[in-house]
């Protein structure tokens, strides 16, 4: 079994910044790319950013330029830094991991996706 635990969000200002943590627990033995999505009230959820196991990033043109992802892969943890919040970043944000081998060189079990439950992030104008 594969959880993502997501972190750090609640009320932030707009034109203040906030930062989101991810862990992902469980018999990890690879991830093939994390990133974040969020889902606005009446929306679809939608692509914020993404990181590859090795290191390539992209992000969604809304938060391009103010924001940065990062994944420190000894600790399984893909935070997301968030800048210059606007009142359209709020929205519920959910961890993914793409590609996802648990287990040991024995027996591996792989999981194509899996997600977080999700943190909840308010901009207050």
């Known amino acids: 079994q594969v959880q993502l635990v997501e972190s750090g969000g609640g009320l932030a200002q707009a034109g203040g910044s906030l930062r989101l943590s991810c862990t992902a627990s469980?018999?990890?033995?690879?991830?093939?790319?994390m990133g974040w999505y969020r889902q606005a009230a009446g929306h679809q959820r939608e692509l914020v950013a993404t990181i590859s196991h090795d290191g390539k990033s992209q992000y969604a043109d809304s938060v391009t330029g103010r924001s940065t992802i990062s994944w420190d892969n000894a600790k399984d943890t893909v935070s997301l830094q968030l800048s210059d919040l606007k009142p359209e970043d709020a929205a519920v944000y959910y961890c993914?991991?793409?590609?996802?081998?648990?287990?040991?060189?024995?027996?591996?079990?792989?999981?194509?996706?899996?997600w977080g439950q999700g943190t909840l992030v308010t901009v207050a104008s």
């Open positions: 469980g018999r990890i033995f690879s991830i093939r790319q």
């Open positions: 993914n991991a793409n590609g996802v081998a648990v287990g040991d060189i024995y027996k591996i079990d792989m999981y194509s996706e899996v």
